[in-house]
């Protein structure tokens, strides 16, 4: 049987080239050093990795790829991601920068290995509008149960892994930010392999997804937004790079932008966007978060000019700011907000500044952050959020932590005059306060500010409901509710924030495109954004993965398509299906160490308890509500387990799991094997990396004749 290997024995070969290149200056020496290197590995047969486990599903292939057959004789760039997460995101740029130096024909495959966070994001359809939505044109795999993920170890969203043409492990890149060393790394490899004559140019049977899809006027909706005033709507045509402009009728009175990809300001004609998602409409001004390419937007109706109030064009790393708007850079904003501090109407508008996890200004007019310094017009700076990703609240707002806010709401009325957060990948709804600043929890989530994994659908109170990954709220002045878009559960909430009550308004949970008799018959599918019309009698929902604005009426409970008319377009749609996520154990990874126990005697009608005591890795901590969870079987011998509990989940690491098998009173074979497996999900303490372990032991039994009670057990002991 072949042996492969994983990042765990690469780690130590590439730390002494990284170490290298901080010595040297010019590209010429940095290239030798890579050769070197290469030269080096070619040495060690054993680190070669394991190939694609077969049946799983493919896009933008016409069929299944493997490392031994169709990527053989290619330099193949691993990209494992999970779509919801902005790190993976940022790295996409930097990917198609690579693919657009170096083709299939020149010897180099990019292949996106999606592996999943959040349970909604493991189904196929969900896997496919994230491809499209992100314009993702090379070879993607569905790994749902992450197995390649756990044989090469990765321990972190994103992770590249760079093969060679045998399929041997080269390089490892962790995290974002990396893009020299992604260019140098390849180009190396494959001016080496060139050279040894082991690149071979053959197509690999690339057919892209979105080539068979039916045009649609909508194109994945990030966000919507209405003036209540003239009652006019934009969205955000993310999909189209575009912002409509809408009567309340579906009239398109303005499409600006959608040509095409790009930074463009000048006319509503020759404007350009690239994946807008947060809108504001007020009056004849549309304020945009143009989210790929990194800047806060303004179109002037009247003026018919779209201008950027703030950002370089490419995404920026800077967490504090104070730069005049156009001279700050900024990170994947995500809505933006008009607001007012300091006295003066309109003089701010908010940012969620998903990239940084933090929420940003724009000062439209001079003014003052509460506890912050005075700002003049123009300035674009920070104003709460660390930085850190965390679910961390605190009366300081540079203290507290987010995680990919992506929606935001405003309540500027006393008691509220907050902002309210969509808080992404906390799967929380969070306040800060436009008085004082303080960040405060309201709904979702749990009180360890490091675990990401508090993730479900729980009705309920404060941190007792349970969100999946929502994207946008909205908030009723008329009834002080404030509306959520529960993105990955495909649900509309509602949050009372005075009582901290959640609950579910709209929506069956299933990924669909239902228009039913009442508000939870009908379905929706990853809902963006959404926002209150008519005085409180309406929503709007930017029903993302169905490419519609829906309306619900909260008057009749009825749930509606928005109508829009304008001349079809080049667009995408996506038929979608029912999808239930269904929870198997998957198979073993072949990296998880195996443990052998010696015999152990017991006898027929004796209980035999497995006391299982794990260790994480220094620095982890279990995250609590992650899917972690042990298994149990009896290979040929399922007799043994018949009417037993065979899974079941690890919630607590700080003593010892006792997990019970009872011997039958009449056994059918005097020596069985148990084997017991545990899949752990850890995250390391101080936030960042989440990782998942796999350890398995085996324990043979040795069945007495003689009838027995009583208690027979064994510890199982693993450090990982």
């Known amino acids: 049987m072949a042996t492969y290997s994983n990042l765990s024995a690469l780690f130590p070969l590439q730390s002494q080239l990284d170490y290298g290149l901080e010595d040297v200056a010019t590209p010429e020496e940095k290239e030798k050093l890579v050769l070197q290197y290469l030269r ?136 974002e930010g990396h893009r020299e060393n992604l260019l140098l790394f390849t180009a190396a490899a494959l001016k080496h392999y060139k050279e040894q004559g082991l690149l071979r140019d053959h197509a690999v049977g690339i057919k892209l ?24 709507l934009a969205i955000a045509d993310t999909g189209h790079h575009r912002v409509l402009v809408v009567s309340n009728t579906g009239n398109v009175l303005h499409s600006v932008g959608g040509s095409k990809s790009g930074w463009k300001d000048g006319s509503l004609s020759e404007a350009l966007f690239s994946s807008p998602q947060g809108v504001f409409i007020k009056g004849d001004t549309v304020f945009v978060a143009d989210t790929e390419n990194h800047l806060i937007r303004k179109i002037d109706l009247s003026k018919g000019r779209v ?59 001079d003014g ?19 930085g850190n990703e965390e679910n961390r609240n605190n009366a300081y707002p540079h203290k507290a932590g987010l995680a990919q806010p992506s929606g935001l709401a405003l309540a500027p009325s006393q008691p509220w005059n907050c902002l309210f957060i969509a808080d992404s990948e906390s799967s929380t709804i969070r306040s800060l306060s436009l008085s004082d600043g303080a960040v405060k929890h309201v709904v979702g989530g749990e009180r360890d500010p490091l675990n990401l994994f508090a993730f479900g659908d729980v009705d309920g109170k404060g941190v007792d409901a349970k969100l999946q990954h929502p994207l946008g709220v909205a908030w009723d002045a008329s009834s002080s509710l404030l509306y959520v878009t529960d993105s990955y559960n495909h649900k509309i909430k509602v949050v009372d924030p005075k009582t901290k009550q959640c609950r579910v308004l709209a929506g069956t949970g299933e990924a669909s495109d239902v228009f039913g008799p009442g508000f939870t018959e009908s379905s929706f599918n990853e809902p963006g954004g959404l926002c209150v019309a008519e005085g409180g009698k309406l929503l709007y929902v930017a029903d993302t993965n169905n490419h519609h604005i829906k309306v619900l009426d909260l008057e009749t409970k009825k749930v509606s398509l928005f109508p829009i008319s304008v001349e079809e377009v080049d667009a995408l749609h996506v038929t979608t299906a029912s999808t239930t996520a269904v929870r198997k154990v998957p198979k073993l990874p072949k990296s ?86 545990a899949w752990v999900y850890c995250c390391l303490s101080k936030g960042g990396a989440c990782m998942m372990k796999v350890a398995s032991f085996t324990q043979p039994l040795l069945i007495g004749s003689e009838r027995k009670s009583g208690t027979v057990a064994v510890m199982l002991t693993h450090a990982f």
Not at 143 to 172: H, K, M, Y
Not at 368 to 386: N, Q
Not at 617 to 634: I, Q
């Open 40 to 175: 080096k590995l070619d040495e060690k047969e054993e680190l070669r990795v394991p190939d694609f486990e077969p049946g799983l599903e493919w896009l933008n292939t016409e069929g299944p790829l493997s490392l031994q057959k169709e990527l053989a004789g290619k330099v193949v760039v691993l990209d494992f991601f999970t779509y919801c997460c902005i790190n993976c995101m940022h790295l996409l740029p930097d990917l198609h920068q690579l693919e657009q130096l170096h083709t299939v024909k020149d010897g180099l495959v990019v292949v996106g290995v999606h592996s999943a966070k959040f349970p909604n994001e493991k189904a196929l359809q969900n896997v496919c509008s994230a491809v499209l939505r992100y314009s993702i044109t090379h070879p993607v795999v569905n790994d749902r149960d992450a197995r390649l993920w756990q044989e090469l170890e990765v321990a972190c969203w994103p992770t590249l892994v760079i093969l060679g043409p045998r399929g041997n492990l080269l390089f490892s890149l962790v995290g």
């Open 209 to 232: 997804y979105r080539d068979s899809l039916p045009p649609s006027i909508l194109s994945f909706p990030g966000k919507v937004a209405v003036d209540p005033n003239s009652k006019t």
């Open 307 to 365: 201008t950027t109030l703030a950002g370089i064009g490419v995404q920026g790393t800077d967490k504090d700011g104070g730069a005049m708007g156009p001279q700050q850079p900024i990170s994947s904003p995500w809505d933006v907000i008009l607001g007012s501090v300091g006295g003066m109407e309109d003089n701010v508008l908010w940012i969620a500044m998903a990239g940084t996890h933090q929420i940003w200004a724009v000062f439209l007019e």
């Open 368 to 386: 003052k952050l509460p506890k912050g310094s005075e700002y003049g017009k123009g300035t674009c700076v920070r104003f709460a959020g660390s």
């Open 592 to 677: 998880a160490p195996v443990l052998s126990k010696t015999a152990l005697p017991v006898s027929a009608g004796q209980d035999i308890s497995m006391n299982l005591s794990l260790t994480l890795p220094a620095g982890t901590k279990l995250t609590k509500e992650a899917p972690s969870f042990w298994s149990l079987s009896a290979e040929g011998n399922e007799w043994l387990l018949e009417g037993q509990a065979v899974t079941g989940d690890i919630a607590n690491l700080s003593q010892p799991l006792s997990i019970i098998c009872s011997v039958p009173a009449k056994p059918q074979s005097t020596d069985p094997v148990l084997t017991l497996s």
